[in-house]
């Protein structure tokens, strides 16, 4: 049977490939991914707690997530290719021009 | 009634306000004229509440609003014109309204002329408010603003170098008005501790609830009372110890020094010992000690005018001789005679001032009366009203000063303390003297003042009509005493001669005159003719003790000044540069430093960025885990 350890077991560990993805990856596009990937995470975790309390407000969260990380990604997208187009570039070590 | 009250206190103020409206511009004569009538206007109010305090027997008492009012404490503006207040006013508007038509022509030449008249006002204003106060609280604030009136007007010259005190002894006018403020600063610490033992006891600061109050206060307290209130009197009155500013303060233009000395300051401490009677007479050893003090400053102050060369210290000192005879005849309990006093003083010693400025205005400034001589012939006017104010000051019959300083010696016989009498008599004959030495020296004999190739000139006209009533008031005052005795003892402690004392009074005021017409005699035996210098006097040493003010003032900064300004340096560069600036920079320097190493995390660079952030998500984490473990 499964419960709900094992939804929360494979949430923590989608959010820490998210997170891997965030700390180690270079390309923007690459962390734009990684992010969607610990938004997801954090989805399947709020249906799967929602579920086992017979609560529909998580749920319902999940779904505003959704929507909002579409936004997201339409908006965050829109930019990267201005940011490419600008720079012919989306590597962070090269876009670093905001040194203290 | 009530609106006179306002117009008496008012008037200055708004002369003051108006002249200041025209500080910064250049000479304006109107500026003196107008605030010369508002002080008239003040006068005539201030007379005219004499008039009806005096007919009617009752005093005027005016609140004009909450002034503070904070849990139990409520200090109203209250204003109380009773027989003392009214005398003050009357005297101190009289005198002031003759300074400041003087000083539309003393001032002439001062490119500050208005902000003087500003000055001026604002110092008659404080004054007002000190005599007026129904409460200790309102004394204190005209208490102060006296003193930084006096400092203003003591530094008006302020943009004169420091000399040597070889060469001038008050160094110069903004040290004069240091010193005046800081040693007038000193005794107001002992007067606000007086101020605070009485709200301590009583719960109040009204006049008429601490005094009502009294008896049911312990002796020691009252002791205390009375003696923190005396230090006050001691710095205003420049009292010895603190008595070194009063010479110093001759530094500001002549017409101040008659204010000072006659109407606005140096009387404020006389006025609190008269107006706290009911304190001062449970207090016998206090008041013993205010005599006995009193009576030494008579004596001691005489004793330095005798060889002073300086025309106005010499004054200056017999104001302080004066007010020693005030505090002596205040200190027996003759508290309506020590007012007296006081107000015939005022007349005589403005009187006096204005002379001397007269003389400075010919002799350009020159004030040494050994470079004068004969000036009789050139100021005719001048000389006269010298001469009538130094008879009356010398306490020659039928002048004012014969009155009052007469009563104060037959009190000291009266009380039985023979010694305060004898010096007392003693120094009546040296006041004769010095104040006959200056008047000869200055405007009889040889004219000494051509060799300085000096020209000296009458005072204008209208500055020489303006004295007049000083002159005359100096002249009759005396015949008032009567009166006055009956008019101010309905609110003071009446004081009559014994019956045996009454018996000698003739033979008492023959010794004192006796004394003050030898004293003249010997002046002009030494002086008339001119100036012969005894140079083996001159240079003995009562002589050079005298003449350096018994090394007071060297005193004063050898073992005060100097130590007090090391002790404040090994403050700064020790204590303050060491520890407390050393401590506040540390946390800078930590500060800065912290930051400047900080700073290598931003690199620009997302990543990095983002990884610390996970570093501080993971550390939020692990101290909500451990905050969650430990509650």
Not at chain 1, 7 to 19: E, K, P, R, T
Not at chain 2, 268 to 275: H, P, Q
Not at chain 2, 309 to 327: H, P, V, W
Not at chain 2, 338 to 365: E, I, R, S, T, Y
């Amino acid at each position: 049977m499964i419960g709900l350890s094992h939804y929360l077991i494979v949430s923590a560990l989608i959010f820490s490939i998210g997170l891997m993805g965030v700390l180690r990856r270079r390309n923007l596009l690459m962390l734009f991914f990684a992010t969607e990937v610990m938004l997801n995470a954090v989805n399947i975790a709020f249906a799967a707690i929602s579920h086992y309390y017979n609560d529909l407000t998580g749920q319902m969260f999940a779904f505003f997530i959704i929507a909002i990380a579409a936004s997201e990604v339409a908006v965050g997208l829109g930019l990267l290719i201005v940011l490419y187009k600008k720079y012919g570039t989306l590597d962070l070590d090269d876009l670093a021009s905001m040194k203290g | 009634m009530e609106n006179l009250v306002y117009i008496a206190l008012f008037a200055p103020f708004v002369s003051s306000m108006f002249a200041a409206l025209f500080g910064m511009s250049p000479r304006q004569t109107f500026v003196g004229i107008i605030a010369s009538s508002l002080l008239f206007i003040s006068f005539a109010a201030s007379a005219t509440l004499a008039f009806h305090v005096y007919s009617t027997g009752t005093a005027v008492h005016v609140t004009m609003m909450e002034w503070i009012s904070a849990g139990d404490l409520t200090i109203p503006f209250g204003f109380l014109v009773d027989q003392v207040s009214v005398t003050m006013m009357t005297v101190v508007t009289l005198v002031s309204t003759v300074v400041h038509i003087y000083s539309i022509g003393y001032m002439d030449h001062d490119k500050s002329f208005n902000r003087f008249f500003s000055y001026l006002s604002a110092f008659v204003f404080s004054m007002m408010i000190l005599v007026m106060s129904d409460n200790f609280a309102g004394l204190f604030i005209g208490w102060e603003g006296v003193g930084v009136c006096s400092w203003l007007l003591i530094g008006f010259w302020y943009h004169k170098a420091d000399v040597t005190r070889e060469e001038n002894p008050s160094i110069s006018p903004s040290w004069a008005a240091n010193e005046a403020f800081i040693v007038n600063r000193i005794a107001d610490l002992g007067m606000l501790v007086g101020i605070f033992i009485i709200y301590w006891n009583v719960g109040s600061l009204q006049y008429d609830v601490v005094f009502a109050d009294l008896p049911n206060l312990s002796s020691s307290v009252l002791n205390a009372a009375a003696l923190a209130l005396f230090i006050g009197a001691m710095g205003k009155s420049a009292q010895f110890p603190l008595h070194t500013w009063l010479t110093d303060a001759m530094e500001g233009p002549t017409p101040v020094s008659a204010l000072i000395h006659a109407a606005t300051m140096v009387t404020a401490g006389v006025f609190l010992v008269i107006r706290a009677n009911p304190i001062f007479s449970m207090t016998p050893e206090v008041s013993f000690f205010i005599a006995a003090l009193g009576t030494f400053v008579a004596f001691f102050a005489a004793s330095m005018a005798l060889v002073n060369r300086d025309l106005k210290r010499i004054i200056a000192f017999s104001t302080l001789s004066q007010l020693g005879y005030m505090f002596a005849a205040a200190g027996l309990g003759a508290y309506w005679i020590a007012l007296f006093h006081l107000a015939a003083h005022a007349f005589f010693k403005a009187l006096l001032f204005l002379g001397a400025g007269n003389v400075m205005h010919a002799m350009d400034d020159e004030l040494d009366i050994f470079k004068m001589g004969g000036l009789k012939k050139a100021m005719r006017w001048t000389w006269g009203y010298m001469g009538l104010a130094s008879l009356a000051l010398a306490g020659i019959f039928p002048f004012a000063g014969f009155f009052s300083k007469d009563a104060i010696i037959e009190t000291a016989f009266n009380e039985g303390t023979y010694v305060l009498w004898a010096v007392l008599v003693l120094t009546a004959g040296m006041t004769a003297f010095y104040s006959f030495r200056q008047v000869f020296l200055t405007f009889h004999g040889d004219e000494r003042y051509k060799e300085a190739g000096i020209h000296p000139h009458e005072m204008y006209k209208f500055v020489l009509i303006g004295m007049a009533p000083l002159a005359i008031l100096a002249v009759i005052a005396g015949f008032f005493m009567g009166g006055f005795q009956t008019f101010v003892t309905k609110l003071l402690p009446d004081y009559v001669m014994s019956d045996h004392t009454h018996h000698l009074v003739l033979w008492l005021t023959l010794i004192v005159s006796a004394f003050a017409v030898g004293g003249i005699f010997l002046a002009y035996r030494k002086y008339y003719k001119g100036l012969k210098r005894d140079m083996e006097l001159e240079n003995s040493f009562i002589y050079k003790l005298l003449a350096n003010q018994y090394y007071i003032p060297n005193f004063y900064e050898a073992f005060i000044t100097k130590p007090y300004a090391m002790l404040s340096e090994m403050m700064w560069k020790d204590v303050d540069m060491k520890i407390v600036d050393a401590t506040v920079d540390g946390i800078a320097k930590f500060l800065y430093k912290s930051g400047d190493s900080s700073r290598k995390m931003q690199t620009g660079n997302l990543s990095n960025y983002l990884n610390w952030m996970a570093v501080g998500a993971v550390l939020l984490l692990v101290i909500a885990a451990i905050s969650a473990m430990l509650g």
